[in-house]
């Protein structure tokens, strides 16, 4: 049976056509079921669209777990689900999933859910729309991005997820003149030959190398952008490299050297700070051996 959840090879189109395959649904609406946590999963890179680095709000959870704890009788909310290759796969209540496993005695129970019946391929636009509410205000920012990957993963679906501009300019809050210039600028990236599939970048990025500006592309962002633009490396960084880059500092230092010689210093310095020490320790210990 396909193990969609643990395979990481696959790009966040191919496990949406994976889960249409798989689909045992026959009719719109939905139905009411409450389920074993064991029998839930996610697949966060396909319906979790407001959130690039595949992590949670964890505010948000801890609230959540608090209110169970509180009243340890009384579920939270329904999730929406839908059903594929045998499990559910959730669509929107990621947080309130999280919430459950936090709490031991929710763990033997069984939870509400929405059992939907259209094609994860629909229901991935009712993902859209949920991550748009107010209880988790999306930023324009992350209302863009959030189209960019609802554009790129029909486009390089080649069809088989069929997803209108209106369709997608709903699900994201955005304007549909945004989603068409979205799709203009992918046929740009490919009609230039460019490397990739843009939809493996963040829209920001992709638009930044389009423009010729990729190193510039931080300049005037927010802290918050930048982050997030962060995040978005680090997720492509574990597809491609996965535990080989991480485990190996010496060839991971030596690489970074190979692709950024000039910013090597730099890098390194940023590294240092990032992880709460001073980014100027390791040059003065330099300075000091000659």
């Known amino acids: 049976m396909l193990v969609l959840e643990e395979r990481e090879d696959l790009e966040a189109h191919e496990a949406l056509v994976a889960l249409d395959e798989g689909w045992h649904g026959v009719q719109e609406g939905f139905t009411r079921l409450e389920l074993p946590l064991s029998s839930i999963r996610v697949l966060p890179r396909v319906f979790q669209l407001r959130d690039l680095s595949e992590e949670f709000n964890a505010d948000h959870v801890e609230d959540l777990r608090k209110a169970l704890e509180v009243n340890d009788k009384d579920p939270l909310e329904a999730l929406d689900v839908v059903p594929a290759h045998g499990k559910f796969f959730v669509v929107d209540g990621h947080h309130r999933l999280a919430a459950y496993h936090r709490v031991p005695v ?14 994860p391929s629909r229901a991935i636009l009712r993902a859209g729309r949920a991550n748009s ?3 988790l205000q999306m930023s324009q ?20 997820v069929g997803l209108t501009k209106k369709e997608i300019a709903q699900a994201a809050s955005v304007s549909e003149r945004l989603v068409a210039y979205m799709r203009r600028s992918r046929r740009e ?32 962002m927010t802290e918050e952008e930048v982050e997030r633009l962060a995040e978005d ?18 060839i991971a230092g030596k690489a970074i050297a190979k692709v950024a010689p000039r910013n090597a210093l ?8 990032e992880l709460g020490e001073d980014p100027r320790d390791e040059r003065e210990d330099d300075e000091e051996d000659f």
């Open 141 to 160: 920012w992350e209302r863009s991005e959030a189209a960019w990957r609802l554009v790129t993963m029909a486009e390089r679906s080649e069809g088989r």
């Open 266 to 273: 730099a890098i390194s310095a940023a590294i240092r700070e």
């Open 106 to 119: 929710w763990k033997d129970r069984k939870v509400p859910v929405r059992v939907l019946r259209e094609k």
């Open 133 to 135: 509410r107010a209880r």
């Open 189 to 220: 990236w490919l009609g230039k030959g460019l490397e990739g599939d843009p939809g493996e970048s963040s829209w920001i990025r992709a638009r930044g190398i389009l423009d010729g500006r990729e190193d510039l592309e931080w300049r005037g």
């Open 233 to 250: 490396y680090a997720r492509r960084m574990r597809r491609h490299l996965g535990h080989q880059f991480a485990g190996n500092p010496e």
